[in-house]
């Protein structure tokens, strides 16, 4: 049996009619009545009244009594759901994801007062992957509600379910599509553009990730161009999430073992510089004396530091605007797949360069 086969009928008329409304009708306008729909459709009331119920569900249409059935605008009202995991909240994570929510319902509020915004944290999972099927976001009483999501991770199997519910998603990073984020070339164009007019002559980097190889091939391509020296070992890859920190302390304590070292390094998350300038610290290094740093940063959050830090400066404000404004066009066209959008950083230059 084939899969078409096992949809039921009232389904597929449910989704002839969503077409239809999609494409002809506007809020406010009737459907024709159901008689006249199972006439149309050469089935019986019974069936008839079972697709407008799913479409009842999915907020496209009401039902009146003696006026009959009309497309509602469903966009005028409903949540959005904002996903974060839940060590992503907690006091000793990165300011930047608290911010870009707390952004992210301010401007939906200030874009229709009907719409709402809720984080959905969803439970601690040995596994990523796991962690999407605890949000609940495909709950029949949370789908009837639900106008889009914005994520800062992977939603794994939920996401084709959600697209097939006709719910769009905006990411949080430069995905393929759909998505808006914080441009890394740009970072390495600033960044190390910065560290070789203060005169550097070698760089450095730590990051996030899970590719040491491949990262080191794109510094040491970005490095290239700005006629800076660097080495594999040289170039550090931490782990993401709560250990960011604590990982961009130990890394840069690796890395200063190497000889000779580097006089220059670019630190591409805020977390990763937090761990970094308490080693160097620790270490007793002379900023910008022994070496001089450029990092990411989240305009804002200040660094547990004494000196001011130079810094690339990406705004949450900035990012959680562009991300309603694509969620306003998938909202228009679910199904689109509009191209991603880049933000570029500030440079903010302190005493460490």
Known sequence: MTSEAKVPVYRKIAEQVRTHITRDHQPGDLLPPETTLAAEFAVNHRTIRQALDILVHEGLIRRYRRR?????????????????????????????????????????????ARWDAKIYVGKVTPSLADHPQTLGLMEPDVLKRLRGVFTFHDLGTVAPQLQAARVPIVYFDDKEYNGVGFDRRWLFKLGLGQLRDAGCRSVGALTLGD???HMYS????NAERYHLRTRADWVKVCQDGLGAEQGGYDAFCELWKSTPHPDGILVADDMVCRGVLRAILHLGIEL?????????????????????????????ALQARAAVEMME?????????LPPVRLHGELMKGETV
């Open 329 to 337: 066009q998938l909202l228009r066209d679910p199904a689109a797949k």
């Open 68 to 112: 009959g059935t009309v497309v509602v605008d469903r966009n005028a009202s409903g949540e959005f759901a904002i996903v974060v995991r839940p060590y992503f909240l907690r006091p000793d994570a990165s300011p930047y994801f608290c911010m870009t929510s707390t952004a992210i319902a301010a401007v939906l509020g200030a874009k229709c």
């Open 288 to 316: 910008p004396g022994q070496l001089r740093l450029v990092t990411h940063a989240t305009r804002g959050v200040a660094f547990p530091y004494h000196k001011a830090v130079t810094r690339i400066e990406f705004d949450p």
């Open 211 to 213: 590719a040491d190889a």
């Open 218 to 221: 794109s510094i040491a391509r």
